[in-house]
């Protein structure tokens, strides 16, 4: 009789280098990503506060919060820093939403969320309030800002194609629509310089001055607007995927670019509406953050609604401390960040093609 044949040894494989890793660790590290955006929010929430032109030491920022005495530091931490903190949270979080939203709709991820010519429609309406019937609150400005950006966002989505829209022919009609809007801005800025004035300190971007009724007024749509873009981050995911693939996926694809549009307007309208138009803050976030939780709107989503207000706050501290006892506002701050983390990137990408 012969012997029976060894068992064969059993055979181990490990992952081979360039491998995704386990959903395990991809979750892990996604998490853990999210959870360091928490940190680095709250940590630029509290710098917010304390730094100015007065310091504030924390101890007494918490105390300010917590158990007011009726002090300077007081008045200082709950009436003007604590608003313009509050309202830099809000329009930070809802820009960098947007800038997601808007680059998953146009398969872009160097859009802008002013390129459905949201802005621009807001600073239109801003300026017609200015000059036309003669409001000069912040207040007042709010509802024409979003008035303003619903118009310019129906009028796009109208030359788009409305339902029938496709990612190059919603950018198309937002370059059209911006152009023609902020043409007409400058006119009307030209023929009436008291508009001129009032406008500029709005134009450019700022948190100071705002206050917390303006924040609760401007709250709901912003609400309103991240709430909607949060329940579309599964049809965007499969839109992202192409037409083809979103169809055989269930998804709608008009009605799911129609909502999108509603989302970006609402984000758009509400934090021009609070602070003027800051720009950057919608392209850098989503796309800084893209490399680190991918692009997965249902992922991508809440980094950008974590990190983009902690970039705003960072900057607008900046902003405090450069030139003290003056301040630059934080949209010069954000458009100057940004011109040249964009430049690095652009240059990064020519040395990778040598």
């Known amino acids: 009789m012969t012997a029976a044949p060894a068992a064969a040894p059993a055979v181990t494989t490990k992952p081979t280098d360039g491998e995704e890793p386990p959903r395990g660790t991809r979750l892990s590290v996604r998490l853990a990503g999210l959870l360091l955006g928490l940190v680095l929010l709250a940590a630029a929430f509290a710098l917010s506060l304390a730094i100015g032109t007065k310091q504030v030491p924390f101890g007494e920022v918490w105390s300010a919060l917590a158990d007011p005495v009726g002090s300077k530091n007081d008045a200082i931490v709950r009436e003007l820093r ?3 903190t ?6 930070g979080a809802a820009l960098g939403v947007a800038g997601a939203v808007m680059q998953v709709l146009t398969r872009n991820p160097l859009a802008d969320p002013g390129l459905l010519g949201v802005n621009a429609g807001a600073s239109a309406a801003v ?15 709010l509802w024409f800002a979003l008035a303003g950006a619903a118009v310019a966002a129906v009028i796009v989505n109208a030359l788009g194609g409305s339902r029938a829209a496709t990612p190059v022919r919603l950018a198309l009609a937002g370059t059209a629509v911006n152009a023609a809007l902020f043409g007409y801005v400058n ?7 008291d508009a001129l004035e009032t406008m500029r300190h709005w134009a450019v971007g700022t948190l100071a001055g705002r206050s917390m009724e303006l924040l609760t007024t401007a709250l709901p749509v912003i609400g309103a607007g991240i709430v909607l873009a949060f329940l579309l981050a599964r049809p965007l995911g499969a839109l992202a995927l192409g037409d083809d693939s979103a169809r055989a996926l ?3 694809l008009g009605r799911t670019r129609v909502l999108s549009i509603v989302a970006i307007t609402l984000l758009c309208g509400g934090a021009t509406a609070l602070c003027g138009p800051i720009g950057f803050i919608g392209l850098m976030i989503p796309h ?23 970039l705003l706050l960072v900057c607008d501290v900046l902003g405090r401390v450069v030139v ?7 949209g010069v701050v954000t458009a100057f960040i940004g011109g040249l983390i964009f430049i690095h990137l652009v240059r990064r990408r020519k040395a990778a093609q040598l």
Not at 289 to 298: D, K, L, W
Not at 324 to 330: H, N
Request: a negative charge; proline letters at 9%.
């Open 82 to 84: 604590l608003p313009r």
């Open 86 to 91: 509050l309202i830099g949270l809000t329009a």
């Open 127 to 141: 300026v017609t309030a200015i000059s036309v019937f003669g409001i000069g609150s912040f207040t007042g400005y």
């Open 187 to 193: 006119g009307l800025q030209l023929v009436d310089l």
């Open 250 to 252: 269930g998804a709608h």
């Open 288 to 310: 800084a953050t893209r490399a680190f939780c991918g692009s997965e709107p249902r992922w991508l989503l809440p980094y950008c609604a974590v990190y983009a207000p902690a």
């Open 324 to 330: 003290p006892p003056s301040e630059i506002e934080v």
